[in-house]
């Protein structure tokens, strides 16, 4: 029998490979982006378990050692997340969490007729 705290040997595509270093500090980032909106939860929820799996999508290479950290985006519902990722302890560090909102159209001025 398995227990929760153990993977089981034939099932890897699950296995965590990389790790946040800081997620509560991710998470309190995107509470400022989401602000007081209702409902926001399952957005926050929704962002963090996409983030997830984006960065378990980053192949682990032997050595990994020997590879410098790399730099990456991701974007989201609205909102980008810089990110390293840091082979050497397979580690992935966030750099800025951002919201990315519509351009304005009248930033250019209002075409006159």
């Known amino acids: 029998m398995v227990t929760p705290d153990q993977p089981q040997s034939d099932d890897r595509s699950s296995a965590i490979v990389w790790r946040l270093r800081?997620?509560?500090t991710l998470e309190r980032e995107l509470e400022g982006i989401f602000g007081n909106a209702s409902?926001?939860?399952?957005w926050m929820d929704s962002?963090?378990?996409?983030?997830?799996?984006?960065?378990?999508?980053?192949?682990?290479?032997?050595?990994?050692?020997e590879r410098?950290?790399?730099?990456?985006?991701w974007r989201f519902?609205?909102?980008e997340i810089r990110y390293r990722?840091?082979?050497?302890?397979?580690?992935?560090?966030v750099l800025s969490?951002?919201?990315?909102?519509?351009?304005?159209?009248?930033?250019?001025?209002?075409?006159?007729?």
Do not use: Y
Request: proline share 13%; aromatic share 4%; glycine share 6%.
């Open 85 to 93: 990722i840091i082979p050497a302890d397979q580690t992935v560090e």
């Open 47 to 65: 962002v963090l378990g996409s983030f997830s799996r984006e960065l378990n999508a980053h192949p682990l290479e032997w050595p990994i050692a």
């Open 22 to 24: 800081d997620k509560e």
């Open 77 to 79: 519902f609205g909102v």
């Open 68 to 73: 410098l950290p790399s730099e990456h985006t």
């Open 39 to 42: 409902g926001r939860q399952p």
């Open 97 to 113: 969490v951002s919201a990315l909102r519509p351009r304005d159209p009248h930033l250019r001025g209002t075409p006159t007729i």
